[in-house]
């Protein structure tokens, strides 16, 4: 078993010595599986795979500079490292052991359940929920998310005041780090969405 793949399409590169491609791909089995088609992309360019980079997203091929992708990569993981020391801090630590408590002391599994859900923190059925459950301190380690942290610290009656200026400083992070490096120009590529 393998992968069947052709050229779908070809366009001369950016300094036109070379092409951008896309590729179509698919199992060389009748089978089915999740994925049966898909796409990749490469630059038959060795200048331009220097500067460039060919991004899929959705059906769009973009072009994105292969600096923008760095400098991208640098902030995902400076906000990865900031969402560390913010679950770190002594305040924070506070809240999310304040919670697991709180969820321990719900009378029943069924009124956890209900709780989770109203604050939009889980998503399956009671069923599934009653199976997955092993205490709060296991919830909160597994689940537990700075965009949480408000919601908790209603939930439980704390204050917010500690952990606002420390979530701010998080977000302002995450939210530069959420923005995808910008495309040059218009794609170069969109697939059609039958395939
Ligand atoms: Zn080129």
Partial sequence: MGTDR???FSCPCTCGKGAFVVEHCEKDHPWRTATPVWHTARIDCPDCRTVYE??????????????DVQAHAMLREEARQARERLMAQPEVVAVVNELAEYLDKLPSMAETYRVLIAQRWYYSSLGTFRK???????????SMRPDYLLQAS???????????????????????????????GSPIYTVSQDG
């Fill in 132 to 142: 997955g459950w092993s205490g709060g301190a296991s919830w909160v380690r597994s």
């Fill in 54 to 67: 060919i991004e899929q997203r959705g059906a769009p091929f973009v072009l994105v500079r292969l600096v």
């Fill in 6 to 8: 052709y050229d779908e």
């Fill in 154 to 184: 209603h939930l439980t009656g704390l204050s917010t005041e500690a952990i606002e200026p420390l979530l701010a400083e998080y977000e302002a992070i995450h939210q530069r780090a959420s923005v995808e490096p910008p495309a040059v």
